[in-house]
């Protein structure tokens, strides 16, 4: 610590000193990081208002089906067709419309393929080798077989890589509707061989197949106000932009597959026996554990034979973006009911063998906790079920169903890290029927918008499923390596699903830190939560843009944010709050050398003629948590007559007596803004705590002050003790100076 002298700010006068200061910069919005965003956001309007809701021309397009698909078992081949009744509810004619043929994403040679850069790896598998070097290309993709009008005219298309042109005579205006019949097949995937985010998983034991079939039906591109069609390509990353519609859709399978889908199964009489369909009864009222449905018992009979006969499932679903399917005879059923509101939703799950006693035991009642945590912060879930499937190696989620990796091993036996990764992607994609199921955001532009939003969530379901859950995403010194990595491979958080090199980190892990980063320190968790519900109701079952929720977030909690979402949500400033000076002073009424000049204001225009106190720095200033003589109250004689003349004796008994004065400089070594959390330990074991907001480096932005008028001597200051703020370097974060512990320690 400097040696250095101040005053005392005491009793409400001002010590000041004449001083220049340097003009502000006018404009510079990159050097003033407390600057609104008005440079960053879309300018709001009829559609999107400036609070961040949806405004009074808000609309969106409407995509009905009429589906009937056929899953060839022996072939792993899906047949299919469907009728689109597409509603154009925008003020604009549309003089064509653009479908999604994500399944194309699969073909050889493809753009997506072409775009990637190769390397030769000296080591390769015989089987990785041969499938790279030695087979032909699989074929893979959609292969359309027409495309008609409601009269059964064909229509002119046009197919470009994973996007689909239908060419139209005549523009549809607004308020028409137009129907559209289409007719494909493709090859489905073994996607633990080829990767993909459905397909099938081979068990070669038995020689079943577990089918999770998504992404399987030529599908209409968003229509918005935002950038008209979302037709961008399908490159792999970035997923899916979906209008909502009604879905009918027929599923033919061998007769003894169990399906579970998107929707509610409306021929249950037909596909499940008399008994099964006793069991279902019975876990809709079953709210605290699972009734199974199909046991496991029936599916190992089932899964010895191979059915030559045909079963079709039929399912409805209201007011869904997309729709999913899981098929197998080697599933294992069960369910239970969940009380959501004045509503009561069926959790599900289905399941190979492999996947007991672990499944059986967690899956379904993951389900239900899922559900229950993501109401009580967003809405109540308005589907009728949720349903969670087996599928190892697989993490992915549609409307109502979703699939899921982590299994036992061959045993039985379930490590610790397995159980607990298995219900971590349980409450992930179970959560992602509320983000971006229902808030639909654009995954293909914003994947940090359903991801991150759902990592939150995801955390904070499991801290209540279990305080000392170990979740990946959320705490804030998790994401401490990735902000203080190379720059070079840092994207802001805004950045398109194709351009970022560490897709986890940037969109899963950072943008749910910064969320709670702004529950648990900047805004607090009553504002925090009422914003954060109030814009998942404003833009459930709509399409919201990233300037919807940062303008929704401050308008229902009066807090400015601007300058977090800037920083981080649009730079790759990480934050390193330090301490960089400590100074003790004590009471005096002989100025220094350094002060005896100095001019004390009274009011605005004033100077105050004195007697005054002072402040200055001690002799034993480096080791001030130890002042052998620190001057008290009533030894000045001059403040003492002041309070006797001032006070009664009823206020005297209620002053304060410090005999320590600290002046404490923070700096900001790191770029991001954040609020300064700051513990004081004493000398007698006991503590302070206190919080400063981001904007105490509003007119400085390398340094603040802070002033502590003790009772007590200070032993120690330590800055965010509990890693709150994902500070990059905690060796500055402490006075005097603690060692830290390298990574080999």
């Given at each position: 610590?400097?040696?250095?002298?101040?005053?005392?700010?005491?009793?409400?006068?001002?010590?000041?000193?004449?001083?220049?200061?340097?003009?502000?910069?006018?404009?510079?919005?990159?050097?003033?990081?407390?600057?609104?965003?008005?440079?960053?956001?879309?300018?709001?309007?009829?559609?999107?208002?400036?609070?961040?809701?949806?405004?009074?021309?808000?609309?969106?397009?409407?995509?009905?089906?009429?589906?009937?698909?056929?899953?060839?078992?022996?072939?792993?081949?899906?047949?299919?067709?469907?009728?689109?009744?597409?509603?154009?509810?925008?003020?604009?004619?549309?003089?064509?419309?653009?479908?999604?043929?994500?399944?194309?994403?699969?073909?050889?040679?493809?753009?997506?393929?072409?775009?990637?850069?190769?390397?030769?790896?000296?080591?390769?598998?015989?089987?990785?080798?041969?499938?790279?070097?030695?087979?032909?290309?699989?074929?893979?993709?959609?292969?359309?077989?027409?495309?008609?009008?409601?009269?059964?005219?064909?229509?002119?298309?046009?197919?470009?890589?994973?996007?689909?042109?239908?060419?139209?005579?005549?523009?549809?205006?607004?308020?028409?509707?137009?129907?559209?019949?289409?007719?494909?097949?493709?090859?489905?995937?073994?996607?633990?061989?080829?990767?993909?985010?459905?397909?099938?998983?081979?068990?070669?034991?038995?020689?079943?197949?577990?089918?999770?079939?998504?992404?399987?039906?030529?599908?209409?591109?968003?229509?918005?106000?935002?950038?008209?069609?979302?037709n961008m390509q399908f490159w792999g990353s970035g997923e899916f932009a979906l209008p909502f519609g009604n879905f009918d859709v027929n599923i033919t399978v061998p007769a003894d597959h169990v399906i579970d889908a998107t929707g509610e199964l409306t021929n249950r009489s037909e596909v499940f026996t008399p008994e099964q369909v006793k069991r279902y009864e019975q876990a809709q009222k079953s709210f605290d554990k699972p009734v199974v449905i199909v046991t496991q018992a029936e599916a190992e009979e089932t899964e010895k034979g191979f059915s030559e006969k045909k079963k079709t499932w039929k399912f409805s679903a209201k007011n869904v973006r997309d729709f999913g399917i899981a098929s197998s005879r080697k599933f294992i059923y069960d369910a239970m009911a969940v009380k959501i509101g004045n509503r009561v939703v069926m959790a599900e799950s289905v399941y190979p063998k492999e996947a007991n006693p672990l499944w059986g035991e967690t899956s379904t009642m993951t389900v239900a906790h899922t559900l229950k945590s993501y109401s009580s912060h967003t809405f109540d879930y308005p589907y009728p079920k949720a349903v969670s499937v087996s599928a190892e190696d697989q993490g992915m989620e549609y409307p109502m169903i979703c699939w899921n990796f982590g299994r036992p091993d061959e045993n039985g036996v379930t490590s610790k890290e397995v159980k607990n990764g298995m219900i971590g992607v349980v409450i992930h994609e179970v959560g992602h029927t509320f983000f971006p199921m229902i808030v639909n955001s654009d995954e293909r532009q914003w994947t940090w918008m359903d991801e991150g939003l759902n990592s939150f969530l995801e955390y904070l379901a499991e801290q209540e499923l279990d305080p000392n859950f170990p979740s990946r995403r959320g705490p804030a010194k998790n994401i401490v390596p990735y902000m203080s990595g190379d720059q070079k491979f840092l994207?802001?958080?805004?950045?398109?699903?194709?351009?970022?090199?560490?897709?986890?980190?940037?969109?899963?892990?950072?943008?749910?830190?910064?969320?709670?980063?702004?529950?648990?320190?900047?805004?607090?968790?009553?504002?925090?939560?009422?914003?954060?519900?109030?814009?998942?109701?404003?833009?459930?079952?709509?399409?919201?843009?990233?300037?919807?929720?940062?303008?929704?977030?401050?308008?229902?909690?009066?807090?400015?944010?601007?300058?977090?979402?800037?920083?981080?949500?649009?730079?790759?400033?990480?934050?390193?709050?330090?301490?960089?000076?400590?100074?003790?002073?004590?009471?005096?009424?002989?100025?220094?050398?350094?002060?005896?000049?100095?001019?004390?204001?009274?009011?605005?225009?004033?100077?105050?003629?004195?007697?005054?106190?002072?402040?200055?720095?001690?002799?034993?200033?480096?080791?001030?948590?130890?002042?052998?003589?620190?001057?008290?109250?009533?030894?000045?004689?001059?403040?003492?007559?002041?309070?006797?003349?001032?006070?009664?004796?009823?206020?005297?008994?209620?002053?304060?007596?410090?005999k320590y004065f600290y002046e404490v400089e923070f700096n900001k070594p790191g770029g991001m803004i954040m609020p300064i959390l700051v513990e004081i330990t004493y000398e007698d074991g006991t503590k302070d705590n206190y919080q400063y907001p981001a904007q105490i480096w509003r007119k400085n932005n390398d340094t603040a002050k802070k002033v502590y008028a003790t009772s007590k001597a200070i032993k120690s200051i330590q800055i965010d003790p509990k890693l709150m703020t994902a500070d990059i370097d905690v060796t500055n974060n402490s006075w005097p100076k603690a060692e830290v512990k390298s990574k080999f320690d």
């Open positions: 610590m400097k040696k250095l002298s101040l005053l005392l700010i005491f009793p409400a006068i001002l010590l000041a000193q004449e001083k220049t200061v340097a003009p502000k910069q006018q404009g510079k919005y990159d050097t003033n990081k407390f600057s609104q965003m008005y440079d960053l956001l879309a300018t709001p309007n009829m559609f999107r208002t400036a609070s961040g809701a949806p405004g009074p021309a808000y609309y969106q397009q409407q995509a009905d089906y009429k589906i009937d698909i056929e899953l060839d078992d022996k072939k792993s081949k899906l047949n299919g067709s469907e009728v689109i009744t597409y509603s154009n509810n925008s003020p604009d004619s549309l003089e064509y419309l653009w479908i999604q043929l994500d399944q194309n994403q699969a073909k050889a040679k493809t753009q997506t393929s072409l775009a990637e850069s190769e390397k030769i790896n000296p080591v390769l598998a015989l089987e990785g080798f041969s499938s790279k070097y030695l087979k032909k290309d699989l074929e893979r993709g959609f292969n359309i077989e027409y495309v008609k009008d409601s009269k059964g005219n064909p229509m002119s298309y046009t197919i470009n890589e994973t996007m689909m042109r239908i060419n139209l005579v005549t523009p549809l205006k607004p308020g028409e509707k137009i129907a559209l019949a289409i007719k494909w097949w493709y090859n489905i995937n073994n996607y633990r061989k080829e990767g993909g985010r459905s397909g099938y998983e081979l068990f070669e034991k038995d020689g079943n197949k577990l089918y999770v079939i998504a992404q399987f039906y030529p599908r209409m591109a968003v229509y918005n106000d935002v950038e008209g069609w979302q994207e802001p958080i805004m950045s398109n699903s194709e351009t970022i090199h560490q897709f986890g980190n940037n969109a899963y892990g950072k943008p749910a830190t910064g969320l709670n980063i702004l529950r648990e320190v900047v805004m607090g968790r009553e504002l925090f939560d009422y914003a954060f519900k109030t814009y998942a109701n404003r833009w459930k079952f709509k399409h919201p843009t990233p300037e919807d929720f940062f303008r929704t977030m401050e308008d229902a909690s009066a807090v400015d944010l601007d300058w977090f979402f800037r920083g981080w949500f649009y730079s790759t400033d990480f934050v390193d709050i330090g301490i960089k000076d400590v100074k003790q002073y004590y009471v005096s009424e002989t100025p220094t050398t350094d002060i005896k000049d100095v001019k004390v204001k009274k009011g605005r225009f004033g100077f105050e003629k004195g007697p005054f106190v002072y402040l200055v720095a001690g002799d034993n200033a480096e080791v001030s948590a130890s002042s052998k003589k620190p001057l008290k109250v009533e030894d000045v004689k001059s403040l003492a007559d002041y309070i006797n003349q001032t006070f009664t004796a009823e206020e005297k008994a209620e002053l304060q007596s410090p």
